[in-house]
């Protein structure tokens, strides 16, 4: 099995900055993206940025709304992604969610694609 571990929530100013780690570990795994989300009260988890396997292409999406503000990157040594989040607004508080699609290598072969989240970290813009 997978574990991802968030760090890097809490309160900031409008205006501010923050920055989101996330730690893969466990089993052996093959990425296929590996991502935050987020879920705002009362809203449905939605994505906010994501980063394919460099076997896919290293491609990186992000949502509308954290265009120019948000910057994910890779450590792929330490199997970590960071999300560098500045110019932060109201709108973006909700808890964040690290999220990897991956296969898990089994001991013996690779089991079919699954999805991992983490415990997600609150982030809160607030005056």
């Known amino acids: 099995q997978v574990e991802l571990v968030e760090s890097g929530g809490g309160l900031v100013q409008p205006g501010g900055s923050l920055r989101l780690s996330c730690a893969a570990s466990?089993?052996?795994?093959?990425?296929?993206?590996m991502g935050w989300y987020r879920q705002a009260p009362g809203k449905q988890r939605e994505l906010v940025a994501s980063v394919t396997s460099d076997a896919s292409g290293g491609d990186i999406d992000y949502a509308d709304s954290v265009k120019g503000r948000f910057t994910i990157s890779r450590d792929r040594a330490k199997n970590m992604v960071f999300l560098q989040m500045t110019k932060l607004k109201p709108e973006d508080t909700g808890v964040y969610y690290c999220?990897?699609?991956?296969?898990?290598?089994?001991?013996?072969?690779?089991?079919?694609?699954?999805?991992?989240w983490g415990p997600g970290t609150q982030i809160t813009v607030s005056s």
């Open positions: 999220n990897l699609r991956a296969t898990i290598w089994t001991g013996i072969a690779w089991a079919t694609p699954s999805e991992h």
């Open positions: 466990g089993s052996k795994f093959s990425m296929y993206t």
